[in-house]
């Protein structure tokens, strides 16, 4: 049982390039949720996904996309990726939004020059 | 969110107990405190939460005074890898606010 698993654990990028981080659950959780944690600072909400088939706009959607590609996956893109979105990216899951309980991946850090 | 008040570092004895104290005096009746933990350089781990009743699993206890002002949360024979950055926090019940906000948190720092 490994939880919530991401994918890559590192990257670098130059500006403009694209990728994609992967997540994936295996709890069988309902709600999953994009977070992105700068130094110093607490986390803020990307996108999340109540459900398989939705996704919504956290506090912080610019410059990304998901994907909520069946229950157990939620993917986050950077199509353009910017100096600004240097960060470490946690995923995690709930069993539904009104859950508070989530479940973190262990961070993808990303790093754009 | 219900805003909440930790210090922002305690020290404590290896096997001994940690006792990380947080005040919510705005909490509203309905609403949860949930208490989260961040060792260094991973993602944040769910500890426990209640309402107003204490609250015991295997990681940890959760003790909500009776008026709901305040919590404690009790590591009971803490060691080296409960060293973390601790967060109380009190989500938004309504609405459309489905995130959980961390904020500074308690430093723990266990000491053989």
């Known amino acids: 049982n490994a939880g919530v698993t991401q994918t890559p654990k590192f990257q670098v990028l130059k500006t403009g390039q694209s990728m994609t981080l992967q997540c994936a659950q295996d709890?069988?959780?309902?709600?999953m949720y994009w977070y992105r944690q700068d130094p110093g600072m607490g986390l803020r909400l990307i996108y999340y996904?109540?459900?398989?088939?939705?996704?919504d706009k956290g506090e912080v959607p610019n410059g990304y996309n998901v994907s909520r590609l069946n229950k157990r996956e939620f993917s986050l893109r950077l199509e353009s990726a910017a100096p600004s979105q240097t960060s470490v990216y946690f995923c995690?899951?709930?069993?539904?939004?009104?859950?508070?309980?989530?479940?973190f991946g262990p961070g993808t850090r990303l790093t754009v020059t | 969110d219900a805003k909440t008040t930790q210090p922002p570092s305690m020290d404590c004895a290896e096997g001994r107990a940690a006792n990380l104290p947080c005040n919510h005096s705005?909490?509203?009746?309905?609403?949860?405190v949930y208490w989260y933990r961040q060792i260094h350089s991973q993602g944040p781990q769910y500890i426990i939460h209640?309402?107003?009743n204490n609250e015991t699993n295997e990681m940890a206890s959760l003790i909500i005074t009776e008026d709901r002002k305040s919590s404690t949360l009790i590591l009971p024979h803490a060691t080296l890898r409960d060293t973390a950055v601790y967060y109380c926090?009190?989500?938004?019940?309504?609405?459309?606010?489905?995130?959980?906000?961390f904020g500074k948190g308690t430093l723990l720092t266990v000491n053989p």
């Open positions: 995690a899951s709930s069993w539904g939004l009104d859950s508070y309980e989530q479940y």
């Open positions: 709890m069988n959780h309902n709600s």
């Open positions: 996904s109540a459900s398989e088939g939705t996704t």
């Open positions: 705005t909490i509203s009746g309905n609403e949860y």
């Open positions: 209640g309402l107003k």
């Open positions: 926090i009190v989500p938004y019940s309504g609405g459309s606010n489905y995130k959980l906000t």
